[in-house]
């Protein structure tokens, strides 16, 4: 493989990589949820929660987990939720009334749907498979030498480096897909 060949192929491997991290997701502008047997229309911009003709308004701290929410309702009583990442606890204000309006849970659950994955958990295994598709990539010799040992004499044939490679570029693809939610 000649000096340009490689840049190329570095170049393409960097293009991978920067399109995997462009796939970041900021949140939708105005996402709708059906939940028992209502329709709920979350704008994010607005910070509003519209089921039917009420209209919820929400203050949260973070959009995705862990959270601290307070959500403002029609006549002026609030529910508030803080949540970590296995439990949560919360209230009303003393001028709640239950039943008048949908559930603080209810409307928690709703803002809920609209949240990120968490990917911490993914962060190690998705580097060590992003660096097996490089080592893939950019030295195919020797992941052929792994695969099949140095038993063979000469030179690994030109149609399994490019079947090395092609799985390289598989590999990162399949990790990005995977570390964004998309597998």
């Known amino acids: 493989m000649c000096k340009k060949q490689k840049y ?19 949140p ?26 009420d209209t919820y308004k ?5 959009y995705g987990f862990p959270y601290k929410l307070r959500i403002y309702y029609p006549n002026g009583a609030t529910y508030w939720w803080e949540q970590n990442k296995n439990s949560g606890f919360g209230g009303w204000s003393d001028d709640y009334i239950e039943g008048a309006y949908v559930g603080g849970d209810v409307l928690t659950r709703v803002l809920e749907y609209g949240f990120p994955e968490d990917n911490s958990e993914r962060l190690i295994p998705c580097f060590f498979l992003l660096l097996l598709g490089c080592v893939h990539i950019l030295a195919p010799i020797g992941v052929w030498a792994c695969y099949f040992g140095m038993y063979r004499e000469g030179e690994p044939p030109d149609g399994e480096l490019i079947g090395i490679r092609i799985l390289g570029g598989l590999i990162i693809l399949g990790t990005a897909a995977w570390f964004w939610g998309y597998l």
């Open 28 to 53: 939708p502008k105005t996402y709708t949820v059906q939940l028992e047997g209502r329709t709920f229309t979350v704008d994010t911009e607005q910070s509003t929660i519209t089921c039917g003709i």
């Open 58 to 62: 929400y203050d949260l701290s973070k």
């Open 8 to 26: 190329l192929l570095a170049l393409f491997i960097i293009c991978l990589l920067l399109l995997a991290l462009c796939s970041c997701g900021k």
